[in-house]
């Protein structure tokens, strides 16, 4: 069935490198694609999002892609600080057969951020 | 603090046995949902509610599984006659009206069935 997915399950960087954390998608009719942010112990927190018809969006030290001709979306975190050590998924907004929306999530990427 | 609430944090219970979460969502937002997340995954989208009307429900949730929200406020998920692969996490979160894509997660129940 379709699915959201990531690449890689595990990243580590240096603290003050950049991240880039990948995600591949299979589902065209998607109208936004959302990051999420997951510290042990918590829920997951939003990060940003990105409507289909865009191909990038820039937050504060977070840039989000969107590549809908590979169907493959990343987060790009500049200048990487331990507190952004978590696990991210990224997540899928989609009409589901009622009127409804609901998000449907990836199975993450814990990045590690090495002194 | 005025985020999202859930109690309890943690649960142990019996096989067999019937337990029931609560979710406090941050008061202005009218939209619930409730997801269950397993070690290393996603969550995955239980049932949502806008005020008190239940709008959706996923195929996971079986029937053993309700979920209320009386009032339009807190919510209460219940499940008989738990089974051991009912242990994960509970989330809650809450939204805005319109707003689908930023839910605001509370800390989850995570239950153990033994």
């Known amino acids: 069935g379709e699915s959201v997915g990531l690449h890689l399950p595990t990243l580590s960087v240096q603290e003050g490198d950049n991240s880039i954390i990948n995600c591949a998608y299979s589902?065209?009719?998607?109208?936004?694609f959302i990051w999420y942010k997951q510290e042990s112990g918590k829920g997951p927190q939003f990060i940003i999002d990105?409507?289909?018809?865009?191909d990038k969006r820039q937050g504060q030290r977070v840039t989000v892609l969107l590549n809908k001709t590979v169907k493959h979306l990343s987060l790009q975190i500049a200048a990487t600080q331990p507190g952004d050590s978590a696990v991210y998924f990224c997540a899928e907004n989609i009409r589901s057969s009622g009127s409804a929306r609901q998000l449907t999530f990836g199975s993450g990427t814990q990045l590690t951020v090495l002194p | 603090d005025t985020g999202v609430s859930q109690d309890p944090r943690h649960k142990i219970t019996k096989r067999g046995q019937n337990v029931t979460f609560r979710c406090d969502p941050i008061?202005?937002?009218?939209?619930l949902y409730w997801y269950r997340q397993t070690l290393g995954q996603g969550p995955e989208f239980l049932t949502y509610f806008q005020n008190e009307a239940q709008l959706e429900k996923s195929r996971l949730l079986s029937d053993r599984f309700s979920a209320e929200r009386p009032k339009g406020s807190f919510s209460t998920l219940e499940i008989q006659r738990t089974e051991q692969g009912d242990s994960a996490m509970y989330l809650c979160?809450?939204?805005?009206?319109?707003?689908?894509?930023?839910?605001?997660f509370g800390p989850g129940t995570r239950l153990t069935v033994l």
């Open positions: 990105i409507r289909s018809n865009m």
């Open positions: 979160a809450s939204s805005l009206r319109g707003q689908y894509n930023e839910q605001f």
């Open positions: 008061s202005e937002h009218n939209r």
């Open positions: 589902n065209s009719a998607s109208d936004y």
